[in-house]
């Protein structure tokens, strides 16, 4: 069984930076996908940034140039560090592993970003 376990989320101020963490657990195969999900009040669930076991990365227009994505392949650990961040940042953020055919969730995240 996988487990993902996710800590980092919390309140900063507009313009802040905050770093999420996503650890893997379980029966972990390659080649994997893991990633960042966010979901807003009233809003669908909505990518953030993804990174595969191999290093190619994908992010959504709305985050690039102020979110990196990274990865300990040993570890089976995701990391999204968020700069820069905005009101619209606000959301519910989840971690995320795919490997064909399955994919799982983490619990989610709380990133509130209000003054």
């Known amino acids: 069984q996988v487990q993902l376990v996710e800590s980092g989320g919390g309140l900063v101020q507009p313009g802040g930076s905050l770093t999420l963490s996503c650890a893997a657990s ?9 990633g960042w999900y966010r979901q807003a009040p009233g809003k669908q669930r909505e990518l953030v940034a993804t990174m595969s076991s191999g290093s190619s990365t ?58």
């Open 58 to 115: 994908n992010y959504a227009d709305s985050v690039k140039g102020r979110f990196t994505i990274s990865r300990d392949n040993a570890k089976n650990t995701v990391y999204l560090q968020m700069n820069s961040l905005k009101p619209e940042d606000t959301a519910v953020y989840y971690c995320n592993l795919f490997f064909r055919p399955d994919q799982y969730w983490g619990q989610g995240t709380q990133v509130t970003v209000s003054s």
């Open 26 to 34: 379980g029966s972990i195969f390659r080649p994997n996908i893991m």
